[in-house]
């Protein structure tokens, strides 16, 4: 009888400050596919702000715990792209712990990318009759490759949209310019604040100008940075990560 692969589930910081519903919804969606997970309680920070701000070389110690926490599951999975690009790219080489640091490289996984390669989900009963519009963020859709890039001469592809799709209802919004940087980019959201809420604004144009429902996408932090820029500017649409969409969805 095939071993049911246990699974460690990894929330970002922001997520679980600030949107702990999503980290709930990214259980219950695993949870209904099959999975079984765990979440290790020790979890703490992947350093990702750290290294963002030039500082890389002072994550050892939670690159280390990291490790540690995580090695033994068969997988990990983030409702994060860019915490998992941060995981898997630029955690500081750990002496005497290069075996362990390759095991985590290997088995981590955003959470669009772990449904479609390794769950291989080829139905979805569910629907959500919305009009939605998919932000993909730089670091799932450049870092990851969770999506096609438009700068690539290579076959269209996005895995979001491949998971979305299957919803009855639910009309994918193609955005005209549909891989641009909404501005948020960690610490540039604050070194450089008037260049990112300008291009915040113009990623927000692009889905509003579409007249989409629902503005989604895989990370947070993007979603975290157009919402405040819309709900600013008094407009309506509604945010939600993928992970809510699907789990609502699903019955």
């Not at 989900?121 to 859709?141: A, W, Y």
Request: aromatic share 8%; glycine share 8%.
């Amino acid at each position: 009888m095939k071993k049911e692969p246990n699974i460690g589930l990894f929330i970002p910081c922001y997520v679980d400050q600030f949107y702990p519903q999503v980290a709930i919804a990214t259980l219950e969606l695993l949870e209904k596919l099959g999975c079984k997970v765990s979440y290790p309680l020790g979890q703490t920070c992947c350093g990702q702000p750290l290294a963002n701000a030039g500082y890389e070389r002072d994550t050892e110690g939670s690159s280390l715990h990291f490790i540690q926490l995580f090695e033994e599951f068969d997988y990990i999975v983030a409702p994060s792209g860019s915490c998992v690009l941060h995981v898997k790219e630029h955690f500081p080489k750990l002496p005497d712990m290069e075996k362990e640091q390759n095991r985590v490289h290997d088995r981590i996984y955003e959470l669009t990318e772990f449904l479609t390669d390794i769950l291989k989900v080829e139905k979805l009963k569910g629907s959500f009759p919305k009009k939605v519009g998919f932000h993909s963020s730089c670091h799932g859709l450049r870092g990851l490759r969770l999506a096609s890039c438009s700068e690539l001469n290579i076959p269209h592809f996005n895995k979001a949209q491949q998971l979305l799709k299957k919803l009855d209802g639910l009309e994918w919004v193609e955005l005209s310019r549909n891989d641009e940087c909404c501005g948020f980019g960690g610490t540039f959201a604050i070194t450089e604040e008037a260049l990112s809420i300008q291009m915040g604004k113009d990623r927000l144009a692009d889905h509003l100008s579409h007249e989409v429902d629902v503005l989604t996408g895989g990370d947070l932090s993007c979603l975290m940075h157009l919402e405040g820029i819309a709900k600013r500017e008094g407009q309506k649409v509604e945010f939600m990560h993928i992970a809510e969409i699907l789990n609502q969805a699903i019955r």
